[in-house]
Structures are given as C-alpha cells and as structure tokens.
C-alpha cells in the first residue's frame, strides 16, 4: 500500500523477463492467477484511536469458518497491533450476508469470529484473556444484500476494542 503515491491511476502492468544465451523457443512462461488487493486501512489507528476495525479481508471457505490462506496478511496486521499494545483488549464479531436462514447465518458468525480468535490465539500467540468473540449473522448489514457487492461488504470480520 505505500508502495504508491496515494491518487495514482495504475491502468498497466508490465512485465519483463530477459534471458541471456539459449533459443528463444527453449523459454515459456506462464503467469497466472493474479489477485491485485488494495491498501488496507491503518489498523492501528482505526483500531487504538476510533476503537473499532472492520475488514472484509479475511476470507472462508464457502459456508465454512475455515479462514483461507490469503487471509494471513489480515490476521497478522491485527497480531501487530495487539503484540504492540499489550493492554489492549478486543472484541471479534462475524457478519455475513443474507444467502441462508437467519438461524444458520448467526451461528456461521459465530463460529468465523471464533476461528479467527484461535488463529489469532495459535499462530500469534495473542493471549486468550485479551479477546472474546461473537456473531452478528445477517442482522447489521453495511451494503445491499440484493447484490453482488453489497453481499461481500457484508462478509466482514469487524474488532471492537474493549
């Protein structure tokens, strides 16, 4: 994220592979899967100063609350902040879109906060005393369930400092 200067248009990206010595036809590449993410907010100060982050960053699997890899940058920026503020104490809460009965989306929440505080707990070494966790389900959407993007808005993970 501070790799650009904020406001810049980046409509281009350029590879370029230079091979010294052999037939040109010897060499292939293939480049595939290519996410691009953008920025993600200050988590410190959203977190220690206005007392809440939310993010739509850390990803499950498909009803599920197993945490998808791409998720680790997510979790370890939060690690950051609570390994460097070691008095501070948060609150994990799970949301998620409306696909699904009322019932089957709370407990979902639940069990994706709790999955990320043991993974906060497990990989980071966060102490168990410092967090708790609880799921909102459907019930505090953010965007419109009637939509693609909206629906992702509302797959979110958000930390409330206690």
Same mark, same amino acid.
């Given at each position: 994220?501070?790799?650009?200067?904020?406001?810049? @248009?980046?409509?281009?990206?350029?590879?370029?592979?230079?091979?010294?010595?052999?037939?040109?036809?010897?060499?292939?590449?293939?480049?595939?899967? @290519?996410?691009?993410?953008?920025?993600?907010?200050?988590? %410190?100060?959203?977190? @220690?100063?206005?007392? =809440?982050?939310?993010? =739509?960053?850390?990803?499950?699997?498909?009803?599920?609350? =197993?945490?998808? $890899?791409?998720?680790?940058?997510?979790?370890?920026?939060?690690?950051?902040?609570?390994?460097?503020?070691?008095?501070? /104490?948060?609150?994990? @809460?799970?949301?998620?879109?409306?696909?699904?009965?009322?019932?089957?989306?709370?407990?979902?929440?639940?069990? %994706?906060?709790?999955?990320?505080?043991?993974?906060?707990?497990?990989?980071?070494?966060?102490? /168990?005393? /410092?967090?708790?966790?609880?799921?909102?389900?459907?019930?505090? $959407?953010?965007?419109?369930?009637?939509?693609?993007?909206?629906?992702?808005?509302?797959? /979110?993970?958000?930390?409330?400092?206690?």
């Amino acid at each position: 994220p501070k790799a650009i200067v904020a406001g810049s @248009i980046i409509n281009q990206l350029y590879f370029d592979v230079k091979r010294y010595g052999g037939a040109d036809a010897e060499v292939g590449y293939a480049i595939g899967n @290519i996410k691009l993410a953008k920025g993600l907010p200050d988590t %410190r100060h959203k977190l @220690i100063e206005e007392g =809440t982050f939310s993010t =739509t960053g850390i990803l499950f699997d498909v009803n599920t609350a =197993t945490i998808k $890899p791409e998720s680790s940058g997510v979790l370890k920026e939060i690690a950051d902040v609570l390994q460097q503020h070691a008095q501070l /104490r948060v609150k994990i @809460i799970g949301h998620t879109d409306s696909d699904g009965s009322d019932a089957s989306n709370l407990e979902l929440s639940k069990k %994706r906060a709790e999955a990320v505080m043991q993974a906060l707990i497990k990989n980071y070494g966060i102490d /168990r005393s /410092r967090l708790e966790s609880d799921g909102k389900g459907e019930s505090v $959407p953010v965007g419109d369930n009637k939509t693609k993007e909206g629906k992702a808005q509302n797959r /979110r993970v958000e930390f409330i400092k206690q």
